[in-house]
């Protein structure tokens, strides 16, 4: 069984910066993926970015290429979201996610993943 636990989300000004923190509690070596989604009330949740547990390779969406980066730290069983360069159009929950077996969709898909946060508030002002 894998609990996800997040934590870092706030208030901050437009252009400032945030890290969010997931850690999870009974990750294996057969972890394939990590990800962050985000979801405004009313709306779909949407991908944010991914990491593969064993490569380190990463995926972002283009809302947030260049702003945000994820990255993974398998002694801790941690996964990070540095925010740079919020915006207004950031604000949402963020939740991660763990993918802990495999499964025929896109790491951008939120079906690929089998575990998820109860997620946290991040509200970006103008």
């Known amino acids: 069984q894998v609990e996800l636990a997040e934590s870092g989300g706030g208030l901050v000004q437009a252009g400032g910066s945030l890290r969010l923190s997931c850690a999870a509690s009974?990750?294996?070596?057969?972890?394939?993926?990590m990800g962050w989604f985000r979801q405004v009330p009313g709306k779909e949740r949407e991908f944010v970015a991914a990491?593969?547990?064993?490569?380190?390779?990463?995926y972002y969406a283009d809302s947030v290429k260049g702003r945000f980066t994820i990255a993974g730290d398998n002694a801790k069983n941690t996964v990070y979201l540095q925010m740079n360069s919020l915006k207004p159009e950031d604000t949402a929950i963020y939740s991660c996610?763990?993918?802990?077996?495999?499964?025929?969709?896109?790491?951008?898909?939120?079906?690929?993943?089998?575990?998820w946060g109860q997620g946290t508030q991040v509200t970006v002002s103008s």
């Open positions: 996610a763990a993918a802990t077996r495999d499964i025929r969709l896109s790491i951008y898909s939120s079906g690929y993943y089998n575990y």
């Open positions: 009974g990750l294996t070596f057969s972890t394939y993926a």
């Open positions: 990491i593969r547990w064993r490569s380190g390779h990463t």
